[in-house]
């Protein structure tokens, strides 16, 4: 079975720059997850998905990024205009969403974004 | 403020010996803990969950324990081997789920 996949695993880009992300999850699972992991931290979640509808999207910086799942599988994270900051390992997860019990995430092995 | 608190940045172990992971938390709301482990270059993989109501979960080598009046859990390995080696994430989850910074285990030799 194949796991989620995410492209591209690295990129550097230009501050000021657009940049865009990719994900597919896991066929079959309903919920999709975007993280992004600083250096030396841990996932912090940007955006989750049911579906096609974002149901959290609190950390989401609004005025810079954007995300869509269209039809609800694949999904794209976009970074406009990218800054300084921005640099770091953007992670995507998919789970299948249960209630009562644990949630257990599979992550890609996430694009390593450099901002220059 | 961080809700899940991983304050060691790195941990060494004896090959064959007990390596022990901890964790704090601030929210007594959490539902679940969970255990990530990851490589370099790879995303993190599910490795043990704890559900709230209980205080041991145990699966092969890997053993996590809940002390939710101190609001503290711990991962045990044992033995420790050299694939154990990597970062480990505490994770705690109400509605999503909050990582920890992580702790870098390196198992010597």
């Known amino acids: 079975e194949a796991g989620v996949v995410q492209s591209p695993r690295y990129k550097i880009i230009e501050k000021k720059q657009p940049v865009a992300f990719w994900c597919n999850p896991i066929?079959?699972?309903?919920?999709l997850y975007w993280y992004r992991q600083n250096l030396g931290q841990g996932p912090e979640l940007l955006i989750r998905?049911?579906?096609?509808?974002?149901?959290?999207d609190s950390q989401l910086p609004k005025d810079r990024f954007s995300a869509e799942r269209l039809k609800g599988v694949d999904s794209t994270l976009k970074i406009q205009p990218a800054e300084l900051g921005d640099s770091a390992v953007y992670l995507c997860?998919?789970?299948?969403?249960?209630?009562?019990?644990?949630?257990?995430?599979?992550f890609g092995p996430g694009t390593r974004l450099t901002v220059l | 403020d961080q809700q899940v608190k991983q304050n060691s940045p790195s941990l060494s172990v004896q090959e064959g010996r007990i390596s022990i992971l901890n964790c704090d938390y601030t929210?007594?709301?959490?539902?679940?803990f969970l255990w990530y482990k990851k490589y370099p270059a790879e995303g993190p993989t599910f490795l043990i969950s704890?559900?709230?109501?209980?205080d041991k979960n145990e699966d092969g080598r890997f053993t996590v324990f809940l002390n939710k009046s101190a609001k503290h859990l711990s991962l045990h390995i044992v033995p420790s081997q050299p694939g154990d080696s990597a970062v480990y994430f505490c994770?705690?989850?109400?509605?999503?789920?909050?990582f920890g910074k992580g702790t870098r285990l390196h198992i010597l030799p």
């Open positions: 998905y049911e579906n096609e509808e974002a149901v959290d």
């Open positions: 997860a998919s789970s299948l969403r249960q209630t009562h019990s644990y949630n257990e995430q599979f």
């Open positions: 929210n007594s709301m959490f539902d679940y």
């Open positions: 994770a705690a989850q109400d509605d999503k789920i909050i």
């Open positions: 066929s079959g699972h309903n919920t």
């Open positions: 704890i559900s709230s109501i209980k």
